[in-house]
């Protein structure tokens, strides 16, 4: 099966960074879209990042400027550089990634990771 697993989050104080990782892994054929969404307390999971195979990019209006996403096809990872980190960016991250991959039958299919916590804290 597909497995997106993600690292890298922990503990951090504002105005910090950190650099999350998510490898994919498993029966993939393919890659399209890839991304980080992240849910924090009392909120709904938002997207915050995606990114396509030809690098073009999407951010949240509340991250822009301060994270960037990156992605190394040949490896099946994606990456989400958080700088300037605030305390409302902690939130438990997800990858999710688009993936053609054989599963009895080969089929696109949205793919989760099971998160990362970061938490932005003084």
């Known amino acids: 099966q597909v497995q997106l697993v993600e690292s890298g989050g922990g503990l951090v104080q504002p105005g910090g960074s950190l650099r999350l990782f998510c490898a994919a892994s498993?029966?993939?054929?393919?890659?399209?879209?890839m991304g980080w969404y992240r849910q924090a307390p009392g909120k709904q999971r938002e997207m915050v990042a995606t990114?396509?195979?030809?690098?073009?990019?999407n951010y949240a209006d509340s991250v822009k400027g301060r994270f960037t996403i990156s992605r190394d096809n040949a490896k099946n990872t994606v990456y989400l550089q958080m700088n300037s980190l605030k305390p409302e960016d902690t939130a438990v991250y997800y990858c999710n990634a688009h993936v053609l991959a054989d599963q009895a039958v080969f089929r696109w299919r949205d793919y989760w990771g099971k998160g990362t916590l970061v938490t932005v804290s003084s």
């Open positions: 990114i396509t195979r030809g690098g073009s990019t």
């Open positions: 498993g029966s993939i054929a393919s890659i399209n879209a």
